[in-house]
């Protein structure tokens, strides 16, 4: 009895390490959100450049909404991902992503661009009234939001190129 | 008799101190007394265990802000509540919904409750039916036959 007991256990300690194993990169794990499928909150907030941006203007294309703080490790992970994402789709210009910052100070995140590269547009949420809308609980937090303006997927974690552009082809292919 | 009607005094002064409290002092709750009371019901977005209403990250303070906008413009607390359920999903509520699966969170324990309170009943009848077993005349002459010097 005591042997098929230690068997069944092994065999269900098997299973669960196979199945995390397997698992898709984190990219590809996108989490439940009750915004999915309805229109994207307006972000309509002051660019570290000092010009206002607006999420609606960026129609027509996809929008990787981004919610990071330079604080968070998985934001800093992430980083050098999200740069060579957007360097992959530089010529096409078929997604654009939007980070908004969580909880931190813009001069640290002016810094930490400096340091290691990325030309998207950050906007600030002094207030926190975008993550709100959004129902961000914690960063790295995204949305992909598709060109018509609708919330298509939210990624909780840090996501990579490959996961995105995964993710990306799913939603042209749905589209199509 | 006498305890019977010590049990329904009992009772009396129960109701009427459930009553008076359920009225509270009759005057309609101001508007920050609203949002502090919304804000309690609702947990904080980013911290664990705490609700928007006691803690001071800025995520709390996002939802306080907007409680508050949301009074001030007339929204009924049900409405502000369903607003941030669309954002965050049922869990951001500290108390489970009265509908659907969440029903079962608050239905068990009065269900509970019932069952024990009818249990409870049951076995004090039991208890009293018991006791209330005399002796027979056939019992009263074996304890006499066995006192017998």
Redesign the interface.
Known sequence: MARWSAAGVALVAVLLVTLLATREPAATQVA????AGHAAPEIAGRELSGATLRLSSLRGRFVLVNFFATWCTPCQREHPELVKFTQRHLAADDVRVLAVIF?DDAANVRRFFAAEGGDWPVVADP???V????????PPESFLVDPDGFVLTRIVGEVDADGLDRLLAQAGAARS | MTSRLAWVALALVLLVALFVGARGDGSPPTDAERSARIARSVRCPTCRGLSAGESDAKAAVAVRDEIRRRVARGQSDDAIRAYLVSRYGDDILLAPPSSGVGLAVWALPAVAFVLGALGLAAAFVRWRRLTAVRPTSEDRALVAEARAP
Request: hydrophobic share 30%; glycine share 18%; proline share 0%.
């Open positions: 439940s959100s009750a915004l909880d207030r926190g009234k993550a709100l809308e959004y129902g961000v609980r914690g």
